[in-house]
């Protein structure tokens, strides 16, 4: 029977009409190619799953080939021919034509040693199913428009469980210059970049100049760093470079923001290339190689890659564009004064003493500034000339208009601005007077919410997120007893309103690096931090359990945000996770991970979540069992049969004694067991197949020992 489906679901392009043409195809057909062109990855995979569970009821032998990732085509075919010869009978489906060819050789000649090969691989007893995406195979009809003729069935899957991959933006997909839907680039959502920053960005003229001088010089491969120490703008420097050569139309192949901080660089890349870009990227292949295809299949036009708060070269290294592309710009941003001889680095210094004025006197006026010219200049220097310092005290003035700046000046002093010198390394002393200004001027807004108990709180509480951007939702949750509006008066009002908190709008909200540090050790001096935390996991531990077990695309973008928050729970605090959150709290972030196919990248995951399971809550406990059972599934998944095994056993086990054998979790357990060592299992004939081959054979056999006899007498004679 044809897989049951109403009428309304089997509309021509749905998943379930795919799936009942190809079932009719196949019983019709012994030997015959068929073609399924495609929009969406995870429709088709869905498909795949259950071909490959009709196929299994009804006996036929199903099987999958991946061509292998960027070969000549000559490699790609041989590859396909001898895995087809290896196949005795079935159903076979062929995927990956996308991604098999490298750059350097043009479609048209890749598609010409298939063409010239296709005899030979039709020749095959088999039923051969080709998925070509749909901006592939729209190309291979331009430069083949007989393509479709090798084909007896041929089939659109339209379906698309992602929402996002029904449109192309017209972008060239195999990344030879042509665009595969239309002519023209829609370059108005190729950018990821943050809000547009501080509109009082002041000074930094010469910086600026000096970046746009490196970036655009003709054919070169550049990589710039801005090197400086905290607060002095670095950020906000790159940030501003970005959108006005945004606005000038400079970069036409997109501008890619990345947070080195606090995301694999690698995976960001790899989501803007499928969220802005809508590349069809593919599923196989590490983290690097697929970025490596993201770079090849990039779109037209120049492109500027920004890296903020790197570390660690070796932290962005595997992930940069290749240096034989001219038309890639990298900018980083880093507190290190040294990262690679390769990098040309540009050291932000502070804010000279002019500059320094002049940002004071964008926020106090010519006349407030000129009263106290001298004072004016005095807060400056006490500041370290630090942008971030000087804008937290020139707001806080602005506020307090009765307010001289001689007083401010004694406010910060007694705040902690004459400390003694933490370190006599010249070197630094500039640095240090303005980390302690800074401290200084934290110390001041602080005390301005000391009439605000409950928004010192609130401040305490958020710096327990990731340095990310975090929603309103998350923050309301923080305080479940409390009234919502009356938490966003304290967010709103105080935070943000003395410019402790950012809102960047569409309701997120982020705390510079330093201030999350200053609020961080504020919470661990008081006794706020231990509930803190647990409130704080409570709330990611919920959220990392509406990451469903097999996610759509859509579902790991709207999950993208916050993953540094998740990561934090489980990195940061996870001796404060409940006993009840802790399956959750890991498994969450491998589903999100899995999702992609970044299996290195859930596996940690996985394993941690059966590590924190067995110690708190015992070898006896059901969320043990799910962590090896889940651990197990991605090594099946992976073709790690062996490691696969052993893991499903003992969840088997240990569910047979908690629940029974008769427990819908441990017969799913048992059929996953079940279906893993049936993949194990060589393929071998039915007995009604045998039947059949058995007397064929000992009609033919007379025959073939007199045709071999044959062969040796004439090559006898021969001699």
């Known amino acids: 029977m044809v897989h049951q489906a109403n009428k309304s679901e089997l509309i021509p392009g749905s998943i379930a009409d795919t799936i009942a043409r190809l079932l009719l195809w196949s019983q019709r057909c012994s030997r015959s190619l068929a073609r399924v062109e495609f929009s969406s990855e995870f429709s088709r995979q869905k498909v795949i799953r259950e071909l490959r569970n009709q196929f299994k009821e009804k006996e036929i032998p199903f099987h999958e080939i991946k061509l292998p990732l960027l070969e000549n085509p000559s490699v790609v075919f041989n590859f396909l021919f001898k895995e087809l010869e290896n196949i005795a009978s079935g159903v076979v489906s062929i995927s990956g034509f996308e991604t098999a060819f490298v750059k350097e050789i043009p479609l048209v000649e890749a598609l010409r040693v298939i063409n010239f090969n296709r005899e030979n691989l039709a020749q095959f007893n088999l039923r051969q199913i080709w998925w070509m995406s749909r901006p592939f195979h729209s190309t291979a009809i331009r430069v083949m428009p007989d393509l479709n003729s090798w084909f007896s069935l041929r089939l659109f899957l339209t379906e698309d469980t992602l929402n996002i991959f029904n449109v192309f933006s017209g972008h060239g997909f195999y990344g030879n210059g042509d665009n595969v839907v239309g002519d023209k680039i829609n370059v108005l959502s190729n950018h990821n970049l943050p809000n547009r920053g501080s509109r009082e960005f002041i000074g930094r003229e010469r910086e600026s100049q000096q970046i746009h001088d490196f970036l655009n010089e003709d054919n070169q491969y550049t990589m710039i760093a801005l090197s400086g120490m905290g607060g002095v703008g670095k950020t906000e420097l790159a940030l501003q470079y970005a959108w ?4 000038n139309k400079t970069f036409l192949g997109g501008i ?14 790899v989501d803007f290339a499928s969220q802005y870009l809508k590349l069809m990227l593919p599923d196989q292949g590490t983290l690097t190689e697929r970025v490596r295809y993201c770079w090849q299949h990039w779109i037209e036009g120049d492109v500027l890659i920004i890296f903020d708060d790197v570390r660690d070269y070796e932290q962005i290294q595997p992930y940069l564009p290749p240096k034989q592309d001219k038309r890639f710009k990298v900018l980083i941003t880093t507190r290190f004064h040294y990262l690679s001889q390769a990098i040309h680095t540009i050291n932000l210094g502070l804010l000279t003493a002019e500059e320094g004025l002049k940002l004071l006197e964008i926020y106090l006026g010519n006349e407030r500034i000129d009263a106290e010219l001298e004072q004016a200049k005095e807060l400056c220097q006490d500041l370290g000339y630090l942008p ?29 601005l004459d400390e003694p010198i933490l370190a006599k390394n010249t070197k630094f002393d500039t640095e240090m007077t303005g980390e302690r200004g800074v401290k200084a001027a934290f110390n001041l807004s602080w005390e301005e919410l000391n009439s605000e108990p409950e928004a010192q709180i609130l401040a305490l509480y958020l710096s327990l997120f990731a340095l990310a951007p975090f929603p309103k939702g998350m923050i309301l949750d923080l305080f479940p007893d409390e009234d919502g509006d009356t938490v966003e008066e304290w967010l709103t009002d105080s935070l943000v309103h003395l410019s402790l908190v950012k809102d960047t709008g569409d309701g997120w909200y982020e705390i510079h690096t330093l201030l999350r540090r200053y609020f961080r050790d504020k919470l661990e001096a008081s006794s706020h931090a231990e509930p803190a935390k647990r409130r704080y996991c409570i709330i990611m531990a919920k959220k990392s359990a509406e990451m469903p077990q097999n996610p759509t695309l859509k579902k790991v973008e709207e999950f993208t945000p916050f993953i540094p928050h998740l990561q934090a729970s489980v990195k940061e605090y996870s001796e404060y996770i409940a006993d009840e959150d802790l399956f959750w709290s890991y498994t969450g972030l491998a589903r999100y991970y899995e999702g992609q196919g970044l299996y290195a990248a859930a596996e940690p995951y996985y394993q941690d979540c059966l590590t924190a399971t067995r110690t708190h809550l015992g070898e006896n406990h059901p969320d043990v069992a799910a962590s090896l059972n889940n651990l197990a599934g991605l090594y099946e998944f992976q073709g790690r049969y062996t490691e696969a095994e052993p893991l499903y056993l003992e969840a088997l086990d240990l569910l047979k004694r908690l629940l029974g054998d008769n427990h819908p979790n441990t017969k799913t357990c048992r059929n996953n067991l079940q279906r893993l ?43």
Do not use: H
């Open 244 to 247: 006005r050569e945004w606005d």
């Open 256 to 269: 890619c923001w990345l947070n080195a901080l606090n995301n694999d660089p690698g995976i960001q890349i």
């Open 388 to 416: 971030l310092g000087l804008e937290l005290v020139a707001r806080l003035l602005k506020q307090r208009q009765d307010w001289k700046i001689s007083k401010i000046r004694q406010k910060l002093a007694e705040k902690g």
């Open 677 to 719: 060592r049936q993949q194990q299992k060589p393929t071998s004939l039915t007995w009604w197949q045998w039947i059949i081959v058995i007397p064929i054979v000992i009609l033919w056999m007379p025959f073939y020992l007199l045709w071999m006899l044959t062969r040796w007498l004439v090559r006898r004679f021969i001699r």
